[in-house]
Each structure stands twice: as C-alpha cells, then as structure tokens.
C-alpha cells in the first residue's frame, strides 16, 4: 500500500506551496503523522465517482490510475485524509477537486452519511489492508456533472460500466482490498 492509495503524495509538492492559513493547524508534519499512525487509527474519505442517468441510474464507474514510488501502476479510488478541524463534507470536495480537477463539479448529498465504512489494518490477511498505519475510511458514491482532468499523483481516470468495475481483473488491481469496497459501494447505489 503507498501513500497514494490515499491521495497524500500530491501535498506540498509545489514549492513555496502552504495550506491555506485556517488549515495550518490541522496539518501534521511527517514525523507527527508516523508517531501518530502508530497510536491511532487515521480517518479517511474515499470517493467512487458516477456517471448517472436523467432517472439518476449509475451508467458509469470511475477509476483512477496512479504510479507509486515502486513504479507499479495501479488503480484506485478518490482517496484522502480529514485534517484536524476539517468538516467531512470539506474533506471530500477537497480530494475529489484534488483528484479530478476543478470542472468535476461533483454532487454531495445534503446528509452527508457515507455508503460504507471501511477499516484498514497493518497486518496481513485482514480484508482490507494498509501496512502503514490503521485507518477507517467512510467511503461515498459521488455523482460528477463536470469533464473530469486527472491531478496530482492520478494519471488518468477510466470509465466503466458497473459490470466491468466489478471483474475481478479491474477490481482486483485496487490496492489493499479495495476492490472488496468497489463492489460494497456498487451495491449500495444499485448497480449490482
């Protein structure tokens, strides 16, 4: 599991480059965010983006693809953690806007309830797994209006028709059991 699995290496990456100031507090230096990884478990947002219909039917899938340092391309989905002091619904818009691009123009709910939780543990043969740290995700199926452009770390984004996401060949390529969490969140929107 790499860092960009959840949409982390993208931050700082421009020099000079700093969160806005009401941020600032909430952003851990690499050393806080070891020690804390180590303590605690870390809370996350993950994102599937949807195409849908005029009915509001889920007519495609979007999946990212990223490199990671080891120079393996896989797929994943939107992906990223809540700062301190940050609302859950801010977190989401900030990771899909990160991912996506600025003209995603993406659809939140106005209960922000999440269509799954999942909960990620360092050690093997759990489902779903991410070696650096425990983390619990709410994950979200987001309908998008807007073109999107891939940013940061995502090289591009593929459409897929329900059915095709859920093969065990696409499926499979999510890091860390994801495609488990693909599969739970196309049920959750009907799509399965």
């Known amino acids: 599991m790499t860092m960009e699995a959840f949409g982390e290496e993208s931050f700082g990456e ?3 480059w700093e969160p806005p100031l009401e941020r600032q ?3 851990l230096t690499e050393e806080e965010l070891a020690e804390s990884r180590g303590r605690l478990p870390i809370l996350y947002v993950e994102a599937l983006p949807v195409r849908v219909d005029h009915a509001g039917r889920l007519t495609e899938v979007g999946l990212l693809l990223r490199g990671s340092p080891t120079g393996a391309i896989t797929r ?3 992906s990223g953690r809540v700062l301190h002091g940050e609302r859950v619904r801010d977190a989401l818009l900030r990771h899909l ?9 993406p659809v939140l709910p106005t209960a922000i309830v999440p269509a799954a939780v999942a909960e990620y543990f360092p050690w093997p043969g759990e489902r779903l797994s991410d ?7 709410l994950a979200y199926v987001v309908p998008v209006t807007g073109e999107c452009q ?3 770390d995502a090289l591009e984004i593929s459409w897929l028709t329900a059915e095709e ?14 495609g488990a969490l693909l599969r ?9």
């Open 14 to 16: 421009e020099p000079g």
């Open 97 to 105: 806007e990160k991912d996506l691009g600025p003209t995603a123009f």
């Open 25 to 27: 507090q909430g952003w």
């Open 76 to 78: 994943s989905l939107v």
């Open 150 to 152: 891939p940013r940061q």
């Open 131 to 137: 070696p650096r740290q425990h983390a619990v995700a």
């Open 165 to 178: 996401a859920a093969r065990e060949g696409i499926a499979g390529d999510l890091e860390g059991g994801r």
């Open 184 to 192: 739970q969140l196309l049920h959750h929107a009907g799509a399965l």
